[in-house]
T-cell receptor
Framework: EAGVAQSPRYKIIEKRQSVAFWCNPI?????LYWYQQILGQGPKLLIQ????????DSQLPKDRFSAERLKGVDSTLKIQPAKLEDSAVYLC?????????????FGEGSRLTVL | AQSVAQPEDQVNVAEGNPLTVKCTYS??????LFWYVQYPNRGLQFLLK??????LVKGSYGFEAEFNKSQTSFHLKKPSALVSDSALYFC????????????FGTGTRLKVLA
C-alpha cells in the first residue's frame, strides 16, 4: 500500500516569496491534515479536510496561508507571502475518516527555509 | 480544552535497560491516546494507541504503554532499549469534543547509549 506522498521535500525561498506544497494521501482516506512542525516543537494543526470540505482551519494564518482539496483526494498548501517564522516542516497526514478511532498516517514532510 | 504534556525534553538510557517516556493528558470525557515516533528527516510513525479496554497497550517494535486514568497518564515503555530506538517521541490525544483533531505534545528526545 502506497503511503502519503509529499513534495517537494525541501524548499528554500526568500521572505515575501510564495511557495506551494503538495500532498497525496493514502487511497481511500477521506480525512487529510496539514501540520506545521517548527524545530523543537510538536506538530501544530493548520487545517483538516473531510473529503473536499474544511473541518477545522482555526489555526491557519489565513492572511498568508491557503489550502485546498478540490476533488477530495490530493491537496495543496500555499504560503504567500512567506515570513521568516514560516520556516518549518510541513507535514501532511491522512486517516480513513473523520470520526473513526484510527491513527494518522504521515508523509515524510516538506522542509521550508525562509531566508 | 484537550491537551497533552510531555514533561521531559530528553531521556537518556543505556542500551539493554528499560525505558519510560512520560505523557500526561487533560481531556473531558474518555481519552483516545496515541504515541508516535519520528526519526531524523522523516514523518511521524504510529506506535500504539489506547481507545478502551486493557490498560496495558502493546505496539510496534516492542513498545507498550500503560494507561492510568487516576493519574491521567499514558507513559510509553520498553523493557530493553536498543540504540536504534533513539528518536523523537510524541504523545497525542484525540479531541472528541468537536472536530476530532489530534493534539500533539512537544516531544521527548530519547537517546539510547551503547
Amino acid at each position: 500500500e502506497a503511503g502519503v506522498a509529499q513534495s517537494p521535500r525541501y524548499k528554500i525561498i526568500e521572505k515575501r516569496q510564495s511557495v506551494a506544497f503538495w500532498c497525496n494521501p493514502i487511497s481511500g482516506h477521506a480525512t487529510l491534515y496539514w501540520y506545521q512542525q517548527i524545530l523543537g516543537q510538536g506538530p501544530k494543526l493548520l487545517i483538516q479536510f473531510q473529503n473536499n470540505g474544511v473541518v477545522d482551519d482555526s489555526q491557519l494564518p489565513k492572511d498568508r496561508f491557503s489550502a485546498e482539496r478540490l476533488k477530495g483526494v490530493d491537496s495543496t498548501l500555499k504560503i504567500q507571502p512567506a515570513k521568516l517564522e514560516d520556516s518549518a516542516v510541513y507535514l501532511c497526514a491522512s486517516s480513513l475518516s473523520w470520526g473513526n478511532t484510527g491513527e494518522l498516517f504521515f508523509g515524510e514532510g516538506s522542509r521550508l527555509t525562509v531566508l | 480544552a484537550q491537551s497533552v504534556a510531555q514533561p521531559e525534553d530528553q531521556v537518556n538510557v543505556a542500551e539493554g535497560n528499560p525505558l519510560t517516556v512520560k505523557c500526561t493528558y487533560s481531556v473531558s470525557g474518555n481519552p483516545y491516546l496515541f504515541w508516535y515516533v519520528q526519526y531524523p528527516n522523516r514523518g511521524l510513525q504510529f506506535l500504539l494507541k489506547y481507545i478502551t479496554g486493557d490498560n496495558l497497550v502493546k505496539g510496534s517494535y516492542g513498545f507498550e504503554a500503560e494507561f492510568n486514568k487516576s493519574q491521567t497518564s499514558f507513559h510509553l515503555k520498553k523493557p530493553s532499549a536498543l540504540v536504534s530506538d533513539s528518536a523523537l517521541y510524541f504523545c497525542a490525544v484525540r479531541d472528541l469534543s468537536g472536530t476530532y483533531k489530534y493534539i500533539f505534545g512537544t516531544g521527548t528526545r530519547l537517546k539510547v547509549l551503547a
